[in-house]
T-cell receptor
Framework: KQEVTQIPAALSVPEGENLVLNCSFTDSAIYNLQWFRQDPGKGLTSLLLIQSSQREQTSGRLNASLDKSSGRSTLYIAASQPGDSATYLCAVNPHTGFQKLVFGTGTRLLVSP | SQTIHQWPATLVQPVGSPLSLECTVEGTSNPNLYWYRQAAGRGLQLLFYSVGIGQISSEVPQNLSASRPQDRQFILSSKKLLLSDSGFYLC??????????FGQGTRLTVV
C-alpha cells in the first residue's frame, strides 16, 4: 500500500528565505507526482506536475524535483513571500489514465514579513 | 479555459438526513471526475472516481454514493448521514493521464 510522508509538518520562516519541502513515498511504481497548495478552508491549487520520466519541473519561484528510485520529491521555493503561507500537499498517482492520488498530510508554511 | 464548480460551500445537516453535493466542470469533455474527503487532522482520501457517464468506482466502503448523470456533472449523495460523514469534500477533474484540478470544496458538518 502506497504511503506518502511530508516533512516537516510545519515550517516558519522570515520573508526572503529559500526553503525546501520534502515528500517521500514508499512504492516507487508511480505514474506521476503532483504538488498542491491549500489555503485555509479552500480547495487545492495545482502547482506542479512531474511525470515519472521527468526529473524536475519549474514554475516561477517554484521548482519540484523527483527521484523515483529513492521515493523522494522536493519542492523548492525561492525568495519566500508572506503570500506563500499555506499548506503544501504532495500527491502520487500510481495509475495510468486516472489521477487516483495518494496524498501526504502536508507541510504548513508560514512566511513572516 | 476549464473551470470546476462545487456547491454548496458549507452545509450543516442533522444526523439521518439526506445529502446531495454537486460538482460540474466547464470547458472540457469526457473528463475523469473524482470525489475526495479531507477529515480533520487527516490527509485527503479518494472516495469515488468516474471515467464516463454512469460509470462509478468506489474506493472505500462507506455511507456515501456517487452518480454521474451527465458528462460533466458528478454528484455525491447519502440517504442518511452519520456523524462520521463530517468533513471537507472536494471534487476534482483531470484530462486523461494529466494533472488533477480541484474545486473549492464543501465543508459538511453533521450534527
Amino acid at each position: 500500500k502506497q504511503e506518502v510522508t511530508q516533512i516537516p509538518a510545519a515550517l516558519s520562516v522570515p520573508e526572503g528565505e529559500n526553503l525546501v519541502l520534502n515528500c517521500s513515498f514508499t512504492d516507487s511504481a508511480i505514474y506521476n507526482l503532483q504538488w498542491f497548495r491549500q489555503d485555509p478552508g479552500k480547495g487545492l491549487t495545482s502547482l506542479l506536475l512531474i511525470q515519472s520520466s521527468q526529473r524536475e519541473q519549474t514554475s516561477g519561484r517554484l521548482n519540484a524535483s523527483l527521484d523515483k528510485s529513492s521515493g523522494r520529491s522536493t519542492l523548492y521555493i525561492a525568495a519566500s513571500q508572506p503570500g506563500d503561507s499555506a499548506t503544501y500537499l504532495c500527491a502520487v498517482n500510481p495509475h495510468t489514465g486516472f489521477q487516483k492520488l495518494v496524498f501526504g498530510t502536508g507541510t504548513r508554511l508560514l512566511v513572516s514579513p | 479555459s476549464q473551470t470546476i464548480h462545487q456547491w454548496p460551500a458549507t452545509l450543516v445537516q442533522p444526523v439521518g438526513s439526506p445529502l446531495s453535493l454537486e460538482c460540474t466542470v466547464e470547458g472540457t469533455s469526457n473528463p475523469n471526475l473524482y470525489w475526495y474527503r479531507q477529515a480533520a487532522g487527516r490527509g485527503l482520501q479518494l472516495l469515488f472516481y468516474s471515467v464516463g457517464i454512469g460509470q462509478i468506482s468506489s474506493e472505500v466502503p462507506q455511507n456515501l454514493s456517487a452518480s454521474r448523470p451527465q458528462d460533466r456533472q458528478f454528484i455525491l449523495s447519502s440517504k442518511k448521514l452519520l456523524l462520521s460523514d463530517s468533513g471537507f469534500y472536494l471534487c476534482a477533474w483531470s484530462p486523461r493521464q494529466a494533472e488533477a484540478f480541484f474545486g473549492q470544496g464543501t465543508r459538511l458538518t453533521v450534527v
